[in-house]
């Protein structure tokens, strides 16, 4: 089974195509505005194909995408090139990235926050953001709390059958670890092919008229409490500002299925 983000990456935008980050775009822009960010160098850590950060970019922000796949990154930069923007993709682990000076915002969605799966680790990531921010510098990020795991997709198996596309999600959710198990099987249309055609490898699937390819990929996110978050970002030396359920300005509670922190660099 591949890493997680390798095979997935080339099919990753037309499965998530019901994600609306135009709105997502909208509720972060806002926020920053609200703290006077309105250009000026941001960095999003696991910055993926770049949606959002191409997004950021029209929006006149100077952009430095990092992400930890260099698969997703191929595709961040095609949108780079065919947006003519600016922006910079590093391919860095956000657990040890490294920036040539501080920035205005650091931002993080689509709960790449939870695929940080060792709260060590994470208060490293923490840290890394407080140390390259500017002076009161704003870090806006997003995750799923241990409820959406725990209550929400928990044991879940979730299907969609398209006509190039198709895929199985199978969530298991280890509560003594509060680690998501999520088994991702990926069948992709690759060419037409004779459906008896003898030469096919054990993951290739024929009808009589194309072949489907079959990727198998495994994510592993940890489910983080509200309080474990607020309590990471105390020692790391970030100063929290707001914790809202997500896309609202309504105060976050641990049964929300997504919350949005906002934090404030407070000295290094």
């Known amino acids: 089974m591949q890493e997680a983000y390798s095979n997935f990456a080339t099919c990753y935008d037309q499965l998530m195509d019901n994600i609306p980050y135009n709105e997502w775009f909208k509720y972060l822009h806002g926020l920053l505005k609200e703290h006077k960010i309105e250009d000026g ?26 992400d930890n796949s260099d698969a997703m990154l191929d595709i961040a930069n095609q949108k780079k090139s065919e947006n003519n923007s600016n922006s910079l993709y590093l391919l860095q682990d ?3 990235f490294e920036l040539y000076g501080t920035v205005k915002a650091v931002i993080s969605l689509c709960d790449s926050i939870n695929y940080i799966t060792d709260s060590d680790d994470l208060l490293q990531v ?3 953001v407080n140390n390259y921010l500017d002076p009161k510098g704003i870090f806006i990020f997003d995750f799923h709390p241990r409820y959406y795991y725990k209550e929400i ?49 054990n993951n290739s699937y024929a009808t009589e008229d194309c072949l489907y ?9 940890r489910g983080y409490t509200l309080e474990e978050i607020k309590e990471l970002i105390s020692i790391s030396g970030l100063e929290l500002i707001a914790a809202y359920d997500a896309f609202t300005k309504n105060e976050a509670t641990e049964d929300c299925e997504r919350i949005y922190i906002i934090a404030r660099e407070q000295g290094k």
């Open 41 to 66: 160098i941001i960095a999003e850590l696991g910055c993926g194909t770049g949606n959002i950060t191409e997004l950021m970019a029209r929006a006149g922000y100077d952009m430095i995408g990092i």
């Open 213 to 221: 390819r079959k990727y198998q990929e495994l994510h592993l996110q």
């Open 153 to 201: 997709v928990a044991d879940s198996t979730i299907a969609e059958d398209r006509d190039d596309i198709s895929f199985i999600w199978d969530n298991f959710y280890d509560e003594d670890e509060d680690i998501n198990e999520l088994a991702l099987s990926l069948f992709v249309k690759e060419a037409p092919q004779n459906a008896n055609n003898k030469g096919q490898s």
């Open 126 to 128: 923490f840290k890394l």
């Open 94 to 96: 956000m657990r040890e």
